[in-house]
C-alpha cells in the first residue's frame, strides 16, 4: 500500500512556463518531504524539502508547497527549462526507521 | 563533496549467479542504502544499514542480501539471480535517517 503517491507519470510543459508536481501522503505522522531529482543513468539528486512546521519553502526557480489538511504537497519550476527534463521523486521520513520513502516518480518534459 | 561510488555501472549476469554489486562512501556516514528503480514502481527500499554490521529489511528484501563488515562499505548480494531482479540498483549514504541521501549513480544489472 502506497504511502507516498505521486498519481502523474509524467508532465510535459512548455520552456518558460510553470510545471507543477504532486504529490500526496496517507500518513499524518509524516512530518518531512524532499523532493529528489533524477537524470537517466545518474542517481537522485537533492532538490528541495520542507517541514511540517512550515507550508512553504522557496530556493530559486524552485517552490514547495505543502497542505498538511489534504496531505498534499506539490513542486512549483518557475520558469521551466528545458535543463529541468528529469524524473522528480516525493519522499516523506515515513519508514520503519524514520527513513524516507520514495513516490513511484513523475516524469518531467520541458519542451523548447 | 560526498562520494557514493558503486563498483559497476553495467552488469550481466547469468541465472542461477551469485552476484554481488558493491557501494563504497567516503564522508563517514552512519547510514546505507540500497534501492532499486523500475518503471512505473520507483525506488524501492531493499536493505539499509544505520552501522557496522547492523542490517535492517527494507520494502522488498526477499532474494536479497546484505553485507557491511566497514562503515564505509555496503555491499548488496543476490544469492541466485533471477530475470525478475533485472533493474538499476542505487546506493545511498547519509548521516541522518531523513537528510542528505546521497546516491551514487547506479548499476544496470540485467540477468539472462
Known amino acids: 500500500d502506497q504511502q507516498v503517491k505521486q498519481n502523474s507519470p509524467s508532465l510535459s510543459v512548455q520552456e518558460g512556463r510553470i510545471s507543477i508536481l504532486n504529490c500526496d501522503y496517507t500518513?499524518?505522522?509524516?512530518?518531512?518531504f524532499l523532493w529528489y531529482k533524477k537524470y537517466p543513468a545518474e542517481g537522485p539528486t537533492f532538490l528541495i524539502s520542507?517541514?511540517?512546521?512550515?507550508d512553504k519553502n522557496e530556493d530559486g526557480r524552485f517552490t514547495v508547497f505543502l497542505n498538511k489538511s489534504a496531505k498534499h504537497l506539490s513542486l512549483h519550476i518557475v520558469p521551466s527549462q528545458p535543463g529541468d527534463s528529469a524524473v522528480y521523486f516525493c519522499?516523506?521520513?515515513?519508514?520503519?526507521?524514520?527513513?524516507?520513502?520514495f513516490g513511484k516518480g513523475t516524469k518531467l518534459s520541458v519542451k523548447p | 563533496d560526498v562520494k557514493v561510488t558503486q563498483s559497476s555501472r553495467y552488469l550481466v549476469k547469468r541465472t542461477g549467479e551469485k552476484v554481488f554489486l558493491e557501494c563504497v562512501q567516503d564522508?563517514?556516514?552512519?547510514?546505507m542504502f540500497w534501492y532499486r528503480q523500475d518503471p512505473g514502481l520507483g525506488l524501492r527500499l531493499i536493505y539499509f544499514s544505520y552501522d557496522v554490521k547492523m542490517k535492517e529489511k527494507g520494502d522488498i528484501p526477499e532474494g536479497y542480501s546484505v553485507s557491511r563488515e566497514k562503515k564505509e562499505r555496503f555491499s548488496l548480494i543476490l544469492e541466485s539471480a533471477s530475470t525478475n531482479q533485472t533493474s538499476m540498483y542505487l546506493c545511498?549514504?547519509?548521516?541522518?535517517?531523513?537528510?542528505?541521501?546521497?546516491f551514487g549513480s547506479g548499476t544496470r544489472l540485467t540477468v539472462v
Open positions: 520542507i517541514s511540517s512546521i512550515k
Open positions: 545511498a549514504s547519509s548521516s541522518s535517517m531523513i537528510y542528505g541521501y546521497t
Open positions: 564522508m563517514d556516514h552512519e547510514n
Open positions: 519522499a516523506a521520513n515515513g519508514g520503519s526507521q524514520g527513513n524516507l520513502i
Open positions: 500518513n499524518s505522522m509524516f512530518d518531512y
